[in-house]
């Protein structure tokens, strides 16, 4: 490992608060510690989005490590999203959205049925509760705007990727007609995951028309400014993506032994995993 004085504080960093947060790394730690640095930084907001590290010689001398222990801890930070290694440019923290940081649970998502479970649970909390605050908050132009959506998606009853576009902004706009930051961005999450299931049960029509149908009952309540109705066809739509990710599951002979492990001892396969999850 290279030993170079961790005096120095380049790239016009030196004396600054943020040079001197850098701080020297121990020896004896493993290159994740470069890593874990670097997200604290990012943690209390003296890194930010958008902004340049150090080039990868600077970042080993203030820390006092090996430009390999630095080069793999930022390999790793770009596996997860957090920065962005532009070649003959220099590394930066990306945007720090929340869809684009799990977009990599996309491989996890596919093989997992368990998780799918856990996306729908996810999803009854969120959305329901979406959709009760969207009642007494949605604007006239917000509910003009839903109702185009619902007009598209008859449109498009027949054209699957479009079909799941409309959806999934239909549920975003619900979302935003929410007015809360917080439960925003719980819900991006929610929708890059969410491309998942609908992979699986989408190509069936009558699951499309069935969303359809559920998509006017969740527009016709936020129009009514009723929350209850509203929560109320929001759940039943959930309940119907459940019955459709069920059939899917059993048509395709997705379900393993391993998926029966995972799921504890609530349910020997899927199926009763989800058929018996839900108390209302």
């Known amino acids: 490992m290279e030993s170079i004085p961790a005096r120095a504080a380049p790239d016009g960093l030196a004396g600054t608060a943020l040079g001197s ?7 004896s730690t493993l290159p994740e510690e470069v890593a874990n640095r670097l997200l604290t930084l990012i943690k209390e ?11 990868e010689r600077n970042l080993a001398r203030m820390m006092e490590v090996g430009r390999p222990a630095v080069r793999e801890a930022l390999r790793a930070l770009a596996l997860m999203r957090v920065v962005d290694i532009r ?19 996309d491989f996890v998502f596919p093989k997992d049925s ?40 008859e449109n498009s009853i027949d054209d699957l990727d479009r079909f799941s576009q409309l959806d999934i902004a239909l ?39 069935a ?4 998509q006017r009952r969740i527009v016709d309540a936020l129009r009514a400014h009723n929350p209850d109705a509203a929560q109320r066809a929001m759940l ?13 599951v059993a048509e395709a002979g997705a379900v393993t032994g391993n998926d029966a492990k995972a799921a ?9 995993a989800l058929a018996g999850r839900w108390v209302r």
Request: aromatic share 2%.
């Open 21 to 27: 947060r850098f701080t020297v790394i121990p020896r």
């Open 45 to 55: 907001r003296e890194l930010r989005p958008g902004a340049k590290l150090p080039a």
């Open 87 to 105: 070649q003959g440019d220099g590394t930066y923290i990306t945007s720090l959205e929340p869809s684009q940081l799990i977009a990599h649970l």
């Open 114 to 153: 368990v998780a799918l479970v856990q996306l729908l649970e996810a999803r009854r909390v969120i959305e329901a509760g979406n959709a009760r605050l969207a009642a007494s908050r949605v604007t006239d132009s917000q509910i003009a705007a839903l109702g185009d959506l619902v007009i598209a998606l």
């Open 171 to 209: 549920h975003e706009a619900v979302c935003a007609a929410a007015n809360n930051f917080l439960l925003s961005q719980f819900m991006k999450i929610v929708s890059a995951l969410g491309k998942v299931s609908r992979e699986r049960t989408g190509g069936l029509r009558e699951v499309r028309e």
């Open 211 to 214: 969303a359809l149908r559920d």
């Open 236 to 248: 039943d739509h959930l309940d119907h993506v459940e019955q459709g990710l069920m059939s899917a």
């Open 264 to 272: 504890g001892t609530a349910s020997d396969t899927v199926e009763p």
